[in-house]
């Protein structure tokens, strides 16, 4: 470990004018990284800045020196001596490989205190596993979710930072000045230990791909059984933006659809191949639902809906097989406003369970998350940044021991109130052959929430009838099995 005393070395160059050393390192300076040096500079404070290929670095400074006081720092050495101590250092890196490759070149330099928080989009085990490892050493870890994109980094993100508070006290400070505000209130708060940030990061991006599927399922319907040009959806979506759907989502759904290809003249969405790219964290998002038993099927069928339309060569043999032509979808009726009132319920039973799914991995591991702070950060600065979202902070606060946002008194009657509308829409949607898998998945996750008995009570018997996996009864407690090979008499579990 270094004993170095911080001191701005000779190949560092002062951006800003501002002397003494830098409050803060940033490693990592392609669109992010770069983006969020510039928020930390423009916001006063002074910035130490490193890139892997320092003409990165260099550029930053040259490019947007005058916007703050930045340190240029050759190499992760330069960037350690600029730091006054404890040191803290954002690691804004490919995830992956990139993040561990910077942690393993870093450490040797730092001391003891030290913080090293990677605001990448690192699963949430590797970050446990990081905190792990560098607690042993002595330096503090942050495993800090980030979301916003690139416009966002600079002009404020919804932060999600995971650690201890005594880390928390270092970081903290800096994430919520930089982050977004609404009423002045920052759209960041230490969400819980270890992996815990990156946990609620990876969520939030689930989140992300059901409502964004719900959008193009619901711009399926009104192209296909309404007959509409994507310009006239696009009016729809922009009229919708004024009401109880008003979301950044919902705004640039409008924008996509009524831009025009220059090069043929044709709507833009008709020019783009239709199969979905998936990077990570949907997949993510739902193999650690099912570790925890928890039903996130919006986001699933989501995360789903885009390896099909990705899986292009069966896509194209099966409808070679079958034939492509869409079914008449006579007789159901569906109007555009039973699309609005669908649109809303749905985004709001995906949203359900993506919190019912922190709040099980919190419990799972003890990260003690409080539900209604991510309502409350995801109101601005992230992608799912929505209306609905106030309304959701709102109704976990004063539920709080709800065991799901549906079985708070406002959600359930909102949810409640459009479910026949849900309940046309998914109908017409399977009368018209058009495949509607969010909006399908989650009007069956309310109906077998709902449901006074469901089915599983024959999937019991069976499992026991072949298994002799046992079963509870309804009128007396106890585990049972049933001699289905002998003379079908009951014994005790
Ligand atoms: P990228 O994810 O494209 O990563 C590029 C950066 O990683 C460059 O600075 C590159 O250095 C550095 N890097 C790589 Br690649 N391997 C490295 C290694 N072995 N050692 C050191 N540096 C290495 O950048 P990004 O799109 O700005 O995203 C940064 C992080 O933020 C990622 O984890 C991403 O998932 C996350 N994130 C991105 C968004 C978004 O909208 N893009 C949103 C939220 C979070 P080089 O210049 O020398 O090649």
Redesign the pocket.
Known sequence: MSTDHAETTDTSTDGGGGAGHAQIGVT??????RNLARNLARHGFRVAVH???TA?AEALVDEFGDEGDFTLARSLEDLVHSLERPRRIIV????G??TD??IDELVPLLDEGDVVAD????HWRDTARRHDALAEKGIRFAGVG??G??VGALEGPSIMPGCDGNTYAEIGPFLEVISAHVDDEPCCTLIGPDGAGHFVKMVHNGIEYSDMQLIAETYDLMRHVFGLEPSAVADTFREWNGTELESYLVEITAEVLSHTDADTGRPFVDVVRDAAEQKGTGRWTVQTALDLGVPVTGIAEATMARAVSGDTARRAAVREALGGEAAPGVGVTVTTDDLRQALYAAKVVSYAQGLDMVRDGSAEHGWDVELADLPRIWRDGCIIRARLLSDITEALEEHADAPSLLATPAFAAAVGERLPALRRVVTAAVAAGLPAPVFSSVLAYVDALRAERLPAALVQGLRDYFGAHTYERTDREGSFHTLWAEDRSEVDG
């Open positions: 990592g300076l392609a669109v992010m990284g890139n892997r290929t990165k804004m890196v490919k995830a490989e990139g490759a910077v605001a990448g989009n690192a980030v979301s994109g690139e």
